[in-house]
């Protein structure tokens, strides 16, 4: 049997990337999904906070637009009554922010996984792991659609970049840490007829709208609610969804002026956890290594980052520049890094507690100051580092005074409602393991 260097199961905007990343370093790779391409999935995607820089990086941004999905340059958020728009929000051609559609961004993923040199294995549904009798995980064993016929491939690492569910964290029991339950729902659905306003989020307090223009000049409109309203919403999406458009009057004039093109879409199953993201031969990246509520859109950003440093990280294993065991642990170290903060802030976000006090100061103080705005847009959007903008100070400066404690990106006030950790079990041995195929 083929020995891979590395399988990856589920070629989305994790194991697409992946999977690109690692046979642009000249890896064998066979990608596999039990989906084919081009495909839709009912999740959003406006990519910003440093993924649109990323794309530009792999040489792939100028494709992702020429799909039809515009560059986003300005942005508008909106807490506690205060809107502050923020335009030219760009560096370098590099906008804070783009929403392809998943039919066309996965696609064009894929594609690039394949033009450098990735095997593709589209409807395969991969339905359990091998082992080499020890806890080694060493393959996949699944099926093509339409046939009961099991296939099982080999390689040095298999990848799970298989989403929220992920059957490979299940097989191996990966530790789920800084676990919350489900927060929010989320229903979108598209818009023709409405005037590129760039991304607009509106929080009103108890719901939260976001709007971004996307391809075929046709917006996307996503509302959250706090899921204790699931049912509610459910029994009458339109109504539900059309009466928080209308709390906003600016943004109701803009859609109920437009016209919706698909039907609703949403999402109540909406855990947030941070796995841990490998061990002996297994490697998980994108929704099944840390899956977060969509509130502040950080999923497919953090897939494209996460996927650099697991590729990165495997290369220098398999290369032999570095013990693999070693190589994967600072995977798992820089992906934690890279992720906490955000993490925290989006659970914080997605319970609708409001801006901390500091950021509610630093927004009214910035109303009506387009430079500052802009500057603070493109610090949070990671298009200038950070602490350029959040320094003492230029916050001082800003604030006319206010606490020199404030520094760098503001942190939530007060803790999760569910403590960090709280979801954490012991990493247990492989529940089965099996002899190698
Ligand atoms: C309602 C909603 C709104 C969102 N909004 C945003 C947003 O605006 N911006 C943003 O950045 N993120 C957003 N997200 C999150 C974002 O969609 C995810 O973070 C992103 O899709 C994760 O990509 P992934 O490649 O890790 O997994 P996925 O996109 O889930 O892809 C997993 C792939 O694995 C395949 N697979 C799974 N199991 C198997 C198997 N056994 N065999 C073969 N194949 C398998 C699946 O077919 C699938 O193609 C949103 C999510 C939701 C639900």
């Known amino acids: 049997m083929k020995m891979y260097d590395a399988i990856v199961v589920g070629a989305r905007c994790a194991g697409a990337s992946t999977a690109m990343l690692l046979a642009r370093q000249g890896h064998s790779v066979l990608l596999v999904d039990r989906s084919t391409f081009p495909s839709d ?36 958020t909106e807490w506690h009554g205060v809107r502050l728009t923020g335009e030219n929000v760009a560096v370098n051609g590099v906008p804070l922010g783009i929403a392809p559609r998943r039919t066309a961004l996965d ?11 990735a095997e593709l294995r589209t409807s395969f549904t ?16 699944g099926h093509e659609r339409g046939s009961t016929r099991p296939v099982s491939e080999q390689a040095r690492m298999t990848i799970g970049a298989d989403g929220r569910y992920s059957g490979l964290a299940r097989f191996v029991d990966a530790l789920a840490g800084n676990a919350c339950p489900t927060l929010t729902c989320f229903y979108f659905s598209y818009w023709s007829g409405i005037p590129d306003q760039g991304i607009r989020v509106v929080d009103l307090g108890d719901k939260a709208i976001f709007v971004a223009p996307t391809n075929d000049r046709l917006h996307m409109v996503f509302v959250t609610w706090p899921i204790d309203q699931a049912p509610s919403v459910r029994a009458d999406i339109e109504g539900r969804f059309m009466s928080a458009i209308d709390e906003s009057p600016d943004l109701a004039g803009i859609i109920r002026n437009g016209r919706r093109e698909e039907p609703f879409r949403g999402a109540v199953d909406l855990p947030n956890f941070m796995r841990t993201p490998q061990g002996d031969g297994w490697a998980l990246v994108g ?8 509130y502040m859109a950080l999923g497919c950003g953090d897939a494209f980052r996460d996927a650099e440093l697991l590729a990165d990280a495997i290369h220098r294993g398999l290369s032999g520049e570095q013990p693999l065991s070693d190589a994967l642990a600072e995977y798992e170290r820089r992906r934690n890094e890279a992720t906490l903060a955000d993490y925290r802030q ?19 103080a910035i109303q009506g100051d387009a430079e500052a705005i802009r500057d603070m847009y493109l610090a949070l959007e990671l298009l200038t580092p ?4 959040f320094n003492p100070d230029n916050l001082q400066k800003l604030l006319s005074g206010g606490p020199a404690s404030w520094t760098l990106v503001p942190k939530p006030s007060r803790q999760p409602r569910f403590a960090p950790g709280s979801g954490i079990h012991g990493k247990r041995r492989l529940k089965s393991p099996r002899p190698a195929a």
């Open 126 to 141: 991969v339905e359990d792991f091998i082992t080499d009798g020890n806890d080694r995980v060493t393959g996949i064993t």
């Open 386 to 389: 950070p602490e350029r903008f």
């Open 107 to 117: 696609a064009l993923l894929v594609d690039a996984a394949v033009d450098a040199g």
């Open 287 to 294: 929704d099944a290594g840390c899956h977060k509520d969509p």
């Open 346 to 364: 989006n659970l914080h976000m997605a319970q609708f507690r409001g801006l901390p006090p500091e950021q509610r100061a630093l927004r009214a």
């Open 41 to 76: 999935i009912p999740h959003g995607h406006f990519i910003h906070h440093g993924g649109t820089g990323v794309l530009q990086r792999w040489g792939l941004l100028d494709d992702v637009i020429a799909t039809g999905a515009p560059p986003i340059t300005t942005m508008s």
